[in-house]
């Protein structure tokens, strides 16, 4: 075989190759999300592919109703739900306690002298 049978058969085998791998790879990825969406269950704490932190109250096959603060529960894809919480991402959460400066160009832990 001379150098440009050789180099036809690359230029033709790696598209193939890259192709497989990117089938296996997605494969991969729909199956281990399908096994996180199954392994939900009532009363997780889990955070959104959003960022919204929340509890899971309710759950059906596309939907899972997470309650964001007491009393307040709002619906999601079930596919929306990234990950569950950890008791580090837990942690890293306010406490229900600690105050709460909204002023604008304040900054944590900084305090305001009454004027």
Do not use: C
Not at 35 to 46: I, K, R, T, W, Y
Request: hydrophobic share 40%.
């Amino acid at each position: 075989m001379n150098n440009n049978g050789a180099l036809s058969l690359l230029i033709f085998a790696l598209p193939l190759l890259l192709l497989g791998w990117l089938f296996f790879s997605q494969n991969k990825r729909m199956k281990q999300m399908r096994d996180f969406s199954s392994s939900l269950d009532v009363g997780d704490a889990v955070v959104t592919s959003s960022g919204i932190f929340g509890t899971i109250k309710h759950l059906d096959d596309s939907s899972a109703w997470l309650e964001i603060s007491e009393g307040t529960t709002v619906r999601f894809d079930r596919r929306a739900i990234a990950m569950k919480q950890t008791d580090t991402a837990a942690s890293d959460t306010p406490a229900a306690d600690a105050p709460v400066d909204d002023a604008p160009g304040a900054t944590p832990g900084s305090q305001q002298n009454g004027q």
